[in-house]
């Protein structure tokens, strides 16, 4: 038994022979009065905003972080832990302003907005420590953004096309699609050369599950992290979550990669926000919201932009999205918003229940960025798709009058009806540029006005089917071309001949 | 915006600094008859002891407290007093000294915000999150 206890001795002093303690300084305060997930502390004469701090409890430390900072006392948010913290306690400053791990290997992961794992696949090995609080890149490191973010839903590819780096707002009531929207075009970005951060904010966590298990499914998660602050999490982690996001997506930007980052959503977040301000006793302004609301979303959505190529030439692509009270989009936070971003995709509840799905009005709907960021291809195609389905809605009050038209009217009346059908689209079923661009091609070159507008659906699938099988060729010509020659329009037509000598209709 | 306590016992100990005995006793007492009428009549330790506090800060004093496992010999005191002195800018320092067993060797130095752990205590808990690493 010696011989044992002389072993286990010899390795103890082998192990602790490198062991070199450490004397340490800290920075300490009291608590005055914790309570509603705010706590007030006396002494920290040196904490900077934003610190993160140490508040000792029996079980442990519990993170806050200092968001005022007044002359007498700090006013700490927990993070965390609130029953645990009591009045007295020690605080100890870290030195450190809130920052999160970041890197590679949150690719793939479901993390809360401090970093740490909540998927049960084990810990993270982060890359870098990034600050969740940044200044935006400035002017003169950007660079005008000209490279499409294909969605993969046509009515947004065709008419209100995005690019990468810029902010274009999903706005909407509840239950229209806007997360969907969002999740197709992850779903799209496979094999696009993209990496994706979905941070959902005050969501439901049983529709974060069904989220991503739809992206798991999708083979989204090679390229996905998702960042939740669930609806039962306290308020300062729904603040930070959208910030946490964006310096992940920073991390990537650094080096030069393309990010997509979905903000879900950010009405929950300046609610969140609002909570947070009432109890830190910053004076309420409209709506009770405090004063600096605008700031809140601002600092965040000019994070996300196209650098140039001294800076690595990478970007960050923002598509926040904003939940209106009875599509009032005149209130306070989507009019902030609405003037922050480079656009907004309107959905509208009248489109939706007419079964117009994606429930996108493109009249109110903009892309302030535009056909720049469209291939050539697709501009030449859907250049004036925008004004057709224009110019349809207004005619199609008038064909509720029935017969009297002239052939011109009901030619485009038709045409619209077909547009629209086009349009229509299913849910986790994103559209490859190449196929989008043969779509619009067929309509717009008269190509569908045989088919009865209730077959267009059908139509379409199956062409899509018809050319993936016998014309694959053709479809991977248009992908690496991005423009329409002579030459393909004609084995176009004809592929198009082709499937139609098989249908019935 | 209400006056704090802590600006009244300013203002007392600016206004008494400089004055004689009967002028300061009358300020003292008229500080007195105001916090009566703001309903702040009970908070007389309060205001000692912020006026004490401006006092030291003023003369450049601090309070620190050494706490240790056994009782220190002057020398080391005297050497713990003037890093102290030199770390925090005070010219004076007035020193508590504790003994406590918890610590079991080394010391803690703690004044103002800032406590200088140079504990064993402290060193053994890094050795056992060492090992568990």
Redesign the interface.
């Known amino acids: 038994m010696s011989k044992t206890k002389d072993f286990i001795i010899e390795q103890i002093k082998e192990r602790i022979a490198d062991f070199k303690p450490s004397a340490k300084e800290k920075t300490v305060g009291r608590v005055i009065s914790v309570g509603d997930g705010i706590a007030v502390v006396s002494g920290l004469s040196v904490v900077q905003m934003s610190e993160m701090l140490e508040f000792k409890t029996e079980s442990g430390s519990v993170l806050g972080v200092a968001l005022n900072l007044g002359e007498e006392s700090v006013g700490a948010v927990l993070l965390g832990g609130f029953t645990e913290v009591r009045e007295g306690a020690e605080v100890e400053a870290t030195g450190r302003i809130l920052e999160v791990p970041v890197g590679p290997a949150l690719v793939g992961r479901v993390v809360n907005p401090l970093g740490n794992p909540i998927d049960g696949k084990g810990s993270i090995a982060a890359a870098a420590q990034y600050p969740v609080e940044k200044i935006a890149p400035g002017v003169i490191t950007r660079q005008s953004v000209d490279q499409p973010l294909q969605t993969g839903i046509k009515a947004i590819d065709a008419m209100i096309p995005i690019g990468r780096g810029q902010r274009e707002l999903i706005i909407g009531d509840r239950q229209l699609g806007k997360t969907a929207i969002a999740i197709d075009t992850i779903i799209n970005q496979k094999g696009q050369n993209m990496k994706c951060i979905y941070v959902a904010i005050g969501q439901k966590e049983s529709k974060v599950a069904t989220i991503l298990a739809k992206l798991e499914e999708a083979g989204a998660l090679d390229y996905t992290t998702v960042v939740l602050a669930g609806a039962s999490d306290p308020a300062p982690l729904l603040y930070f979550a959208p910030y946490a996001g964006c310096a992940m997506a920073e991390y990537f930007l650094d080096q030069g990669e393309d990010v997509l980052i979905v903000y879900d959503d950010l009405s929950k977040h300046a609610v969140a926000y609002r909570e947070i301000a009432l109890l830190l006793r910053r004076p309420p302004g409209r709506e009770a919201y405090p004063g600096d609301v605008f700031y809140l979303h601002s600092r965040l959505l000019e994070r996300a932009c196209r650098l140039n190529k001294d800076y690595g030439g990478g970007s960050i692509t923002a598509l926040p999205i904003i939940e209106t009270q009875a599509g009032d989009n005149s209130a306070y936070i989507p009019t902030n918003v609405i003037s922050i971003t480079d656009g907004q995709i309107y959905l509208e509840p009248d489109l939706f229940y007419q079964g117009v799905r994606p429930a996108i009005n493109a009249g109110l709907s903009v892309s302030r960025v535009g056909s720049t960021a469209q291939i050539k291809a697709m501009k030449k195609v859907a250049g004036q798709l925008r004004l057709e389905a224009a110019q349809y809605r207004e005619l199609a009050a008038f064909a509720q009058f029935g017969s009297d038209l002239d052939a011109e009217t009901t030619a485009k009346l038709e045409r619209g009806r077909r547009l629209f059908e086009v349009f229509k689209q299913g849910q986790y079923a994103p559209v490859p540029v190449a196929e989008q661009v043969i779509m619009f091609w067929a309509l717009t070159s008269g190509n569908l006005d045989g088919v009865p507008v209730d077959k267009i659906g059908e139509f379409e699938s199956g062409f899509r089917h018809f050319l993936n099988v016998s014309h694959s060729e053709l479809l991977a010509t248009l992908s690496a071309q991005g423009a329409l020659n002579d030459e393909i329009i004609a084995s176009f037509q004809s592929a198009i001949e082709d499937y139609k000598g098989t249908l019935n209709y | 915006m209400s006056t704090t306590l802590?600006q009244y016992a300013r203002a007392l100990y600016e206004i008494t600094r400089d004055q004689d005995k009967a002028a300061a006793k009358k300020s003292v007492d008229r500080t007195f008859e105001l916090l009566q009428s703001k309903g702040l009549g009970a908070k007389g330790a309060e205001l000692l002891a912020e006026v004490e506090r401006l006092d030291n800060e003023a003369q450049g004093r601090i309070t620190a407290t050494l706490r240790s496992a056994h009782r220190l010999d002057e020398e080391v005191v005297e050497k713990i007093e003037k890093m102290i002195r030199q770390r925090s800018g005070a010219k004076e320092v007035v020193l508590d000294k504790v003994i406590d067993k918890d610590v079991l060797g080394g010391i803690i130095v703690?004044y103002?915000?800032?406590?200088?752990?140079?504990s064993l205590a402290?060193?053994v808990d890094?050795?056992v999150e060492?090992?568990k690493n």
Do not use: A, P, V, Y
Request: no cysteine.
């Open positions: 802590r703690s103002g915000d800032t406590i200088l752990d140079m402290t060193t890094q050795l060492e090992i």
